[in-house]
């Protein structure tokens, strides 16, 4: 079904020579203004340069040459190395570091002066460079077998097009980050890449994680459950399955045949009776004793073999075992293993949906169409489909498909072990070296594979299908929304079609668990992981909601102060502000971006009016009078389904925030007071203010509870 995770261990196989750089460090020795930014920009990428190749080809055809020219102190272009400083300059090379080779300290060297300057100390070795902009904002992130040659191919203005002399001529710095390999340096790339989201860079917008099958260890019963996110100590996982729902049916599949409880630590230690899933013969209730820890180890141990692949001798096995009950004439114990036969079968059915003859693999196919890209990733594990998923990655027009199928691999797989096949529909720029960076990251082989006949084929034409029909469709969409914007722009008098578009609201309950919400619209709908939530910190007058949209203001603009201005990209800043609200809402919002000196954001604030009627929306700008849009205009449906949408995000955050609350309880934060005894103190007591009144006496007098127990629930409640 699928294979367990697997954390990346290269030097398990890597010699000494060959063990590759900790990565994370390199990116913990990053500086600080290179950070994720809060809000991501839209971005291009650089097309790989042809001069980097002749440099590549010239090294690998002269090893010796090339190790001689990486162990060479970089000097001014023009001068000769000094003889005196070949032993220091080899203690130099090879070491991964830092390097930022800032411009003269006389004056701030601007474009292919700031990279001249920057040449003076760069080396040949392999490594990572950065291009920064005058703020401190990395523009490029590129990787070269050697860094020298790679960085000077820049300075040949006249054979750069038009994106990259631009970005030469916003460079103000450089810095580095020296590996021992190419495929080293391939790595860091990509994670720096997905971390500091440089505008001219192929960017994989993929801020989602990938839920897995989680199996619990150091447990008499093991529990099988999802999760997603950082991987949990003494726990086994298969997968990654593409959403919630593939995930979830799986789980469905496995308790029908293995019998294995879902249920919490908590849960299990506090039943006294069966819950509904054994009922209904998705649990062997192992929490009231109705099998035994042999029992349940045999069920744990086969749900192991058949995520593990051994599904065959799983499933023959239980043959045997319905056979043998029925000889025995126990038709109850063998109708219930018939029932997991069923359920286990249900998993087996193949085609291209399941193809047999795929093991554990990911199908990748991307296309291409009006400049844009989507690619298809299909996730194979054990035969079985867990789910596929679309991305559509940022970068320029004329970038090659092969750039950007290189690109969303080595950012794709980042934060994710590869699988041991990849199949794709077209090969990848660099392709050795893709495979190799995949290696080093799984710690064993992955292999590239452009299958040209047979079933793989066919799954590979199906994943490009996919991949053909969703970017149709979102074409037709974006198409559609352009318009749109236009007529917003015309709506509200505003200098150039919107592409950022900000909607707040607020919801609380008589100021009780009060949040304000931020949605963002443009180009491509809604941008969702642009969407934020402020919670209101306060102090606020309940029902004062004026007052909370000043502090989401001041807590939205306020950042943009002196310090921070130059991490604000222009995508992130918006063209327009819609409030979800009426003439106070506008004045509070105009007061606060006054008072903070922004300068050049339309504010428009939309209000249902006295009958609440959609449709019949008053719309309230500076310097016009309150109006109305024709009941059947399309912009009016189009700022209606912004609001409704800042609306809909405010109220599902307060509720979740308000059920939070609900859920918790003081006793939660008693030392030594778990789920039993707070349901034993809440049950002799009545209520939380019940225990709360108690004596020492009264406390240690209830069942469960000690008295140092009772001590420490008495002074927490009266620590005076």
Known sequence: MSSPRETADPERSAGPEDRPHDVDAAMRDAPEHESEPEFEPECDDEACDDHASDDIRADVMDPEGAERRRSRKAQPIGEEPRPEDHEAENDQAGNAGDRAVAGSEARVAEGPDAIREALRTIPFSPGVYR??????????????????????????????????????????????????????????????????????????????????????????????????????????????????????????????????????????????????????????????????????????????????????????????????????????????????????????????????????ADIVALWQEAGK???????????????????????????????????????????????????LNADPAEFDLVSEALTLKRGRKVELVQPKRGERREVVVHAETNAREALERRLAETAGIRKLLEGVASTFGLDAVPQRIETYDNSHIMGQHAYGVMVVGGPEGFVKRAYRKFTIRGPVTPGDDFGMMREVMERRFGRRSEESEGNERPQDWPDLLLIDGGLGQFNAVKAVLSELGVQGVPIVA??????????????????????????????????????????????????????KAIRSSELDAVPGIGAVRKRALLNHFGSLKGVRQAGMDELAAVPGISGETARSIYQFFHPQ
Not at 309 to 315: M, P
Not at 634 to 642: A, D, F, K, M, W
């Open 131 to 360: 291009m920064l902009g005058a703020k401190g904002e990395v523009l490029y992130v590129g990787k070269a077998l050697s860094l020298r040659k790679r960085v000077s191919s820049y300075l040949r203005l006249n054979q750069l097009p038009e994106r990259l002399r631009r970005m030469v001529s916003l460079t103000r710095q450089m810095e580095i980050v020296t590996t021992r390999t190419e495929a080293e340096a391939l790595l860091l790339e990509a994670n720096f890449i997905k971390k500091m989201k440089p505008r001219f860079n192929i960017l994989l917008r993929d801020d989602k994680s990938y839920p897995w099958i989680m199996l619990t260890e150091g447990h008499a019963f093991p529990q099988i459950t999802k999760q997603r996110g950082r991987p949990v100590k003494d726990a086994t996982y298969w997968g990654p399955f593409a959403s919630a729902w593939a995930v979830n049916q799986t789980l469905n599949l496995i308790q029908r045949s293995f019998l294995l409880r879902s249920c919490s630590d908590a849960v299990l230690s506090s039943r006294t009776r069966p819950c509904l899933l054994f009922q209904i013969r998705r649990c062997s209730a192992p929490c009231v004793g109705r099998i035994d820890e042999d029992g349940y180890g045999a069920l744990v141990e086969e749900t192991r073999q058949f995520l593990s692949g051994k599904s065959t001798d799983v499933q023959k096995a239980l043959v045997e075992e319905m056979e043998k009950a029925s000889e025995a004439l126990e038709f109850e114990r063998a109708a219930t293993i018939r029932d997991r036969i069923r359920g286990f079968s249900s998993m087996q059915e193949s085609g291209i949906i399941n193809p047999a003859s795929i093991g554990d």
């Open 373 to 423: 890209s989507c690619i298809q990733v299909f996730f194979i594990r054990n035969s079985r489909n867990n789910g596929n998923r679309a991305f559509y990655p940022d970068h320029a027009d004329d970038d090659a498909p092969a750039d950007i199928l290189s690109a969303f691999l080595l950012q794709f797989y980042d934060d994710k072990p590869p699988p041991a096949q990849i199949l």
């Open 606 to 659: 939309i209000a249902k009016g006295p009958d609440r009627d959609a449709g019949r929306e008053w719309f309230f700008q500076d310097g016009r009078s309150p109006f109305q849009l024709p009941p059947n205009d399309p912009v009016l449906y189009y700022l209606q389904r912004l609001r409704d949408e800042a609306h809909r995000f405010a109220i599902t955050t307060h509720r979740a925030g308000r059920s």
